[in-house]
């Protein structure tokens, strides 16, 4: 049993770390562009498509799998800057409602061509042959590959965090959220670092797609289930906080992980009930901060 538990942990912590990828992204662009990008979760979904199609197609060279996931990556960063551009820029002076119905729109638009290019039939991919099979940890038995989505996650969270606190552009972001105006007066260019931004939040999310594809197959319907796992983070870490994001996809991994071991039947309740609390309790999530400050 007590092997059984280790498991569902890591299980729970790499489908967590995947669910983070997606909602940082979402995070960054709500956080920075009061954008709430209803299509993040479609972006994730062609993220995965592309990942799984330019992994299969370069099958016989050497790093495939790899150069499938960069490449996805940066597609859907150069996708999400056509849709800021041609879609969010024309609407952010509008009220919000304006821009939940537009990306509500290109999600169901993105659902269709996924559909036109790849089918209704679930898409696969091989792991990396170094990545296949169980790992023995003090007599235990444990994924690969889900170990290396682990460590791949919280590297990413680590990078993001110097990123944003430590690099110029990091402090360019952190500025344009407090106050557009005095940025663009100081000479910042705000539209470029609104498309920047969101690039890398959809960069984000396709990376997430893109790693996940290997352990379930690809196929419609996986935007909508991410999308709802994203927003309990988003909610339960609290609005804009990359940490909060962080801790709070841990918590949902690990909580979906033991729901399905210990009550399977009202599993898919558990990650709601712990948004519940946290709304009840402190309803500016986990790390964030109340609007009033």
């Known amino acids: 049993m007590f092997e059984v538990i280790i498991f569902q942990i890591v299980s729970g912590l790499s489908e967590g770390m995947v669910v983070f990828l997606c909602a940082m992204g979402m995070t960054l662009i709500l956080g920075s562009l ?52 041609l879609v969010i820029r024309p609407i952010y002076k ?11 729109g290109v999600t169901f638009i993105m659902m269709d061509v996924t559909k036109i290019i790849w089918g209704g039939a679930p ?10 099979g169980p790992v023995s940890l003090s007599g235990i038995l444990l994924p690969k590959y889900n170990l290396a989505l682990i460590i791949f996650g919280i590297a990413v ?45 959809c960069g984000l999310a396709g990376l997430g797609g893109a790693i996940i594809a290997p352990l379930s197959a690809v196929s419609p319907g996986i935007d909508f289930s991410v999308l709802v796992k994203a927003f309990i983070v988003i909610i339960v870490g609290g609005f804009g906080s990359l940490n909060g994001a962080f801790l709070a996809s841990v918590i949902v991994g690990l909580t979906n992980a033991c729901g399905i ?24 999530g986990l790390l964030g901060k109340p609007i009033r400050e």
């Open 157 to 201: 969270f680590v990078a993001m965090h110097l990123f944003i606190n430590r690099s110029r552009f990091g402090l360019i972001i952190r500025g344009v959220t407090v106050d557009r105006l005095v940025m663009s007066i100081f000479g910042t260019n705000v539209p470029q670092t609104y498309t920047l931004v969101f690039m890398i939040g």
């Open 34 to 85: 009061k954008v709430l990008n209803i299509a993040h979760g479609s972006i994730y979904m062609l993220g995965a498509y592309l990942g799984v199609m330019i992994s299969n197609l370069l099958t016989g060279i050497p790093g495939h799998f790899y150069l499938g996931i960069v490449l996805s990556t940066i597609l859907c960063a150069l996708f999400g800057g056509l849709v800021e551009i």
């Open 261 to 284: 071991l210990f009550a399977p039947k009202v599993a898919l309740g558990f990650p709601f009930f712990i948004m519940l609390v946290v709304l009840i309790v402190r309803p500016w």
């Open 94 to 104: 509008l009220n919000e409602i304006y821009q939940f119905v537009t990306t509500y």
């Open 123 to 132: 898409q696969t991919v091989n792991q990396p042959a170094y990545l296949q």
